[in-house]
C-alpha cells in the first residue's frame, strides 16, 4: 500500500485543472484487498446509491478469494481470506483522490458485505455499504435509466470494460476503457446463471469492473427504426470472470442486478 501512498502525494497540480470527456472514468475505483498489513489483490469496484447510502459494488471472488460457485479457494497454495479493502476514491477537486479503508467483519466476524445466492452458488457481485466517505466524491452508477434503453442491443455489439487490468491505471488514477463484442444471445443465459458472454481480452484486476455500452454510430431501435442516440451509456452489468477456456468473459446482466441494488437498504 505504501507505492500507492506515494503515488497519490506526488500527482502533478496540473492533473487538477483537466477536464474529463466521459463521466464513466470516474465512476469506476481502483481496490485493493488485504489480510492486516499483507496484500492480496487488486481489482475494480463502482458506486450505486441506495435511497440511504453508498455501496460498492465488486465481484464476491474479489472480496473472499474463493470461487463463488463452489466456494473453494481461488489458489489452494493461498488460502486466506481478506478483511479490509482499500478504495482509491475520488475526492472533492477532479484528479485529485483519497484512500479509504473498509472492513468486511464487524467485531463478531459478522460480513458486512450484501450478497446473493443461486441455488447453491453464489451471485459473483456483492454491495458493501461504505461507512467512510469523509472528504469523498461519488460518482455513483445510474444503473436504472440510460439515454439507450430504446436501443436494440444484441450479439456483436460492442460494449466498453472499465477497469484496471494488473492494476494499470490511466493518468491520474482513472481506468483503461476496453472493448468487446457481446458474444452470445442478451436473453438467453449461460451456465445456468444471469450472464452473458463478452469477446474481450481481459486480465486480472478487471474483476468487479462496470461495463457499458454507447455508441457514435447509427442504432436500431426496438421498435425498428434506425437512429443516432447520444447521451449516457447504458450500464450493462458487471464483468467477472474468463471462461475456463480463457475464450470469452462473463457479465452478470443488469437487468438482473437491478432488483438486488433495489433491495438494499
Known amino acids: 500500500m505504501r507505492n500507492l501512498i506515494l503515488f497519490l502525494f506526488f500527482l502533478p497540480i496540473s492533473a ?6 466521459q463521466i464513466e472514468s470516474l465512476q469506476s475505483l481502483y481496490i485493493e484487498t488485504y489480510n492486516g498489513t499483507t496484500k492480496l489483490s487488486s481489482a475494480t469496484g463502482f458506486i450505486i446509491k441506495s435511497k440511504t447510502q453508498n455501496y460498492l459494488v465488486t465481484n464476491y471472488h474479489v472480496i473472499t478469494n474463493k470461487n463463488p460457485f463452489n466456494n ?4 489452494p497454495k493461498k488460502p486466506v481470506a481478506p478483511n479490509k479493502i482499500v478504495i482509491l476514491h475520488n475526492a ?7 484512500l479509504k479503508t473498509e472492513h468486511l467483519f464487524d467485531k463478531l466476524g459478522n460480513k458486512l ?10 451471485v459473483d457481485v456483492i454491495e458493501l455499504p461504505l461507512k467512510d466517505t469523509l472528504g469523498v466524491k461519488t460518482y455513483p452508477v445510474n444503473y436504472k435509466k440510460s439515454a439507450y434503453d430504446e436501443v436494440q442491443i444484441t450479439t456483436t455489439d460492442r460494449v466498453f470494460i472499465l477497469g484496471f487490468p494488473r492494476g494499470v491505471r490511466s493518468f491520474p488514477a482513472f481506468p483503461v476503457w ?20 463478452v469477446d474481450a481480452i481481459t486480465f486480472p484486476g478487471m474483476s468487479g469492473s462496470p461495463v457499458y455500452f454507447k455508441s457514435n454510430q447509427m442504432v436500431k431501435l426496438k421498435n425498428g427504426k434506425n437512429a443516432f442516440v447520444t447521451g449516457q451509456s447504458k450500464f450493462m452489468g458487471v464483468f467477472s ?25
Request: proline share 4%.
Open 113 to 122: 458485505w450484501h450478497e446473493n445466492k443461486i441455488k447453491n452458488e453464489y
Open 241 to 265: 470472470h474468463s471462461h475456463k477456456l480463457y475464450i470469452y468473459g462473463a457479465l452478470w446482466k443488469a437487468s438482473y442486478l437491478e432488483k438486488i441494488f433495489d433491495s438494499l437498504p
Open 72 to 75: 473453494k479457494w481461488l489458489d
Open 92 to 98: 472533492d477537486s477532479l484528479g485529485t483522490y483519497i
Open 178 to 197: 476496453k472493448s468487446g463484442l457481446i458474444a452470445s444471445e442478451p436473453d438467453f443465459d449461460q451456465e445456468g446463471k444471469p450472464i452473458m458472454w
Open 16 to 21: 487538477i485543472s483537466q477536464t474529463i470527456t
